[in-house]
């Protein structure tokens, strides 16, 4: 046991403070730990790359990256990988890799451990959420009978439907097997469209594109992207290193000297007005490698990010929302009509906001196929998903802007579209609002209940989404 005063998460806004902390080396060095800790709270950790108070703990803090191989099994072979809990995202992809082999979706970046990623919902664009290709996973958990813990394989029905994006309350994720495909490349370039009706009519040709509404510029950046048959681009190298110097170096950089050190709206608004759009090529199409293509390094630089789900039909109408709530934040002239609309209650609510926060960076749309799974964002129905991301890099301790902006955002959205944050994101929905938004969390509740009685693997914030006690520490 090592001790651990406290940890923090990538966006220094959860701090876990672990009366006890451990990184086992196997399956039972963990039994051993959790035959230690009956009746407490445990919670297991990944990379900490979530924002929420998914991973939060004031017990004991498991971290499972020593578990972390990977093999093809047998009676699978080539269409499902089985991979320990605390493998991260990229040392998967590689060893898939070496195999001719990948994942069929990634997020955005790939620090992630596998047992995080799928625990939170993780998604790419165009593609299902990484939860809904888990086709088994191992757990540890308590034998409500004896009160010792043991290893479950969990590999159908309801409960592989909650396993699959449990946040952590189902028991201590050992191992995941996932479905793989075969390597694909994908050819990608860059176009900018006036409104959102012409960046989803690319859409046909498209599927894996992804947009990024510009704001103060309010036109959309197209990442137009699908799949090739093409060879890599002669030019790919270059279109990388482009890539890193220009978006993940340079308009990071200029955006935080911009917005977190300069603290200058006006100065935010004419980069996003002219300059980062312009540092963008339009129309260089480039092939390359799909774990190359779908990722970029946006974990360089410390931010927060709150991301929400809304199905397809109400994607205008939610950036129409976007756009004039963060005109009115950042108190520059809104467009007419948009108060119509708008009952008193969230005129007033709105008013208080005005002049608190300036947005300064991208807002990121995705689209995301419908998870078969219980409380993973896109899970429940079958429709198509968009995602529209919120995210700031004020330091932390200057975030209020941004937490009195999305929460306005977060709570407006679910009441109009019914809109879903994203579970590894900053949220601030109250608990009854949250659980609302999705059609299976009884069953959910159900299954962890009926696993966990004792409410062992929640923290407080579970608890309360439970609609239980939490457990002592
Ligand atoms: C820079 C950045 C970019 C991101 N990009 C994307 C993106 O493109 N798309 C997207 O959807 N999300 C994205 N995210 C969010 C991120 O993918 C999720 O929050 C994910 O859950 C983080 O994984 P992690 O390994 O860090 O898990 P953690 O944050 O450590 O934990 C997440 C949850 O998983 C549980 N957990 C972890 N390991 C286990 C285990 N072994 N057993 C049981 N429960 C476990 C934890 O208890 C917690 O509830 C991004 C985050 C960052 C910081």
């Not at 931010?303 to 199905?311: A, K, L, P, Q």
Request: with cysteine.
């Amino acid at each position: 046991m090592a001790q651990s005063p406290s940890i923090w998460n990538f966006g220094h806004n959860i701090a876990l403070k672990p009366s006890a902390y451990y990184e086992p080396r196997d399956e039972n060095e963990l039994l051993d730990i959790l035959n230690r800790h009956p009746g407490e709270q445990i919670r297991a950790i990944g990379s900490l790359h979530s924002w929420s108070a998914a991973p939060a703990c004031e017990g004991v803090v498991i971290c499972l990256k020593h578990l972390q191989q990977c093999h093809f099994p047998a009676e699978h072979a080539g269409e499902e990988v089985t991979v320990g809990a605390g493998c991260q995202i990229k040392t998967l992809l590689e060893y898939l890799r070496r195999h001719g082999k990948t994942l069929p979706s990634v997020g955005l970046i790939t620090e992630q451990t596998i047992a995080g990623a799928i625990s939170t919902g993780t998604h790419g664009s165009g593609r299902h959420s990484l939860s809904h290709y888990v086709e088994a996973v191992r757990v540890a958990r308590f034998d409500q009978a004896t009160g010792k813990a043991f290893i479950e394989q969990i590999d159908s029905g309801e409960v592989l439907q909650a396993a699959r994006c449990s946040l952590g309350c189902l028991g201590i994720i050992l191992a995941v097997r996932i479905r793989c495909r075969d390597l694909y490349r994908i050819e990608e370039h860059w176009r900018e469209h006036a409104d959102i009706d012409a960046a989803l009519a690319a859409e046909k040709e498209f599927p894996l594109q992804q947009l990024f509404l510009v704001p103060w510029r309010w036109t959309l950046l197209a990442q137009h992207r699908r799949e090739s048959s093409a060879p890599r681009s002669r030019l790919a190298g270059l279109y990388r290193v482009y890539w890193f110097l220009c978006i993940d170096l340079g308009m990071h950089l200029l955006l935080i000297l911009a917005a977190r050190w300069l603290q200058s709206a006006s100065l935010v608004r004419l980069l996003l007005r002219s300059l980062i759009p312009a540092a963008v090529i339009r129309g260089w199409k480039v092939t390359d490698e799909s774990s190359a293509m779908l990722v970029m390094k946006h974990e360089l630089f410390r931010h927060i990010e709150t991301e929400i789900f809304i199905e397809a039909r109400h994607l205008p109408a939610a950036l129409a929302h976007f756009r004039e709530v963060l005109t009115v934040a950042a108190d520059v002239p809104e467009s007419r009509g948009f108060r119509s609309a708008m009952t008193t209650a969230e005129t007033e609510a709105l008013e208080a906001l005005r002049g608190t926060y300036c947005h300064h960076y991208p807002i990121c749309v995705r689209r995301v196929l419908a998870d078969d799974t219980l409380i993973s964002m896109a899970a429940g129905k079958e429709t198509i998903w968009y995602t529209i991301s919120l995210i700031s890099y004020a330091r932390p301790t200057d975030r209020q802007g941004f937490q009195l902006v999305a929460t306005y955002l977060m709570k407006t959205m679910a009441d109009k579209f019914q809109a879903r944050p994203h579970w590894g994101k900053w949220l601030s929905l109250p608990p009854q609002s949250l659980v609302s938004l999705y059609p299976h969390f009884p069953t959910f509740r159900d299954t962890c209940q009926s696993r966990d009685p004792a409410g062992v693997f929640r923290n407080a914030w579970l608890s309360s989404l439970m609609d239980d006690q939490p457990c002592r520490r």
